[in-house]
């Protein structure tokens, strides 16, 4: 009877995998113009983003810059003669979705390596599956710990949160001048669970003290009973470390309820949306990014033109880490001595002062990068740079504008 039920239930569960593969690669077979032969001239690389759902705009900004990578990478000749052929899945920011893609892209496809997920979560439901076919990953953007911490084939090209939490407290001290400050966090998200812990720890360092952490779950839309009581607990900033659909909204509440002080995040406010969705109500606020695209220098500058011709607006820091990303994963490919996941993880483990858009990359022990970070503020619904704040003990970055 157990049996029974147990492989019922099976059974149910691969014919909805095989529903969303179906799905899925319609979407995909028309992106990439239905090529899907395998071809001995061709390197599979596999990408896993959420190119709808709550936060489309991180999969959509991935997208943009992996594909204009892979083009200027194979207009250019490819590598060591072979053309890269990106084949990507929509994981719709659904965690089951995200580790059907996964395994597709490696079982049923064959790639050599996978680029992906933006979310914290997204890429922790990946990661082992990578982790466990030899299959190297690199995510462009996740910066929880806990991604790269899975296993020597899962990689990163942006910093992690332990240092974004502290440029966060350092900006909110130094510049800010805050004595005391309020958290809203996003109970479901790896990343916002994460980040509001590391801020908490470097703040109160840094002689800082935490009036209230109140925490929203996924899908909420009245945050009235947090805001209450941040307003009660009279912070001199609130430190909100959510996705930029909730902190739009998060921020046309704060505001209604007289909550006047900063509102403070970190990247995962990056989106043309955030202005959009929170109006008047986020101009003055600031967080936390990987790149800004007033970067005087040649290198970004570059990077934008060349964005701005194929898709008609200013690409954002997942657009620019993907890019990033997608050019280490081809410089490692050039230099492995053969395209067992193995030799690729090898090399993309070597990346040395690479020259990224998002600054210098140079991969660590903890297959993590270690850059610096910029801080951005809303003004008049534009992100516009404020500062730089560098790891300690590290010299000029190019993270942003000196
Ligand atoms: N760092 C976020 C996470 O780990 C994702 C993110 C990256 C969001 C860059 C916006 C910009 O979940």
Known sequence: MAALWADSKFQTTSFKCAVVFLATSLVVG???GCRSSRNANEILVGQYGSLTGDQATFGQSTNNGITLAVDEINAAGGVNGKKLHLI???DKGDPREAATAVTRLITNDGVVAVLGEVASKLSLEGAPICQKYGVPMITPSSTNPKVTEVGDMIFRVCFIDPFQGFVCAKFARDNLKAENAAILYDQSQTYSVG???EFEKSFTKLGGKITTKQAYQKGEQDFNAQLTAIRASKPGVVFIPGYYNDVG???VQARKLGITVPLLGGDGWESPKLAEI???AINGCYYSNHYSPQDPSPRVQNFIKKYK??????????????YDATHI??????????LSGAAIAEQIARTKDFDGVTGQITIDEHRNAVKPAVILEMKNGQPTYVTTIKPEGKGEGAGGRE
């Open 309 to 322: 011709e194929r898709y008609h607006t200013t690409p954002d820091s997942m657009a620019a880490l993907a």
């Open 88 to 90: 990507t899945y929509d």
């Open 249 to 251: 909204t998060i921020a």
């Open 30 to 32: 028309v992106a990439n």
């Open 329 to 338: 994963l081809k410089d490692a490919i050039g230099r492995a001595k053969s």
């Open 195 to 197: 980040l509001q812990d």
């Open 278 to 280: 929170g109006g008047d």
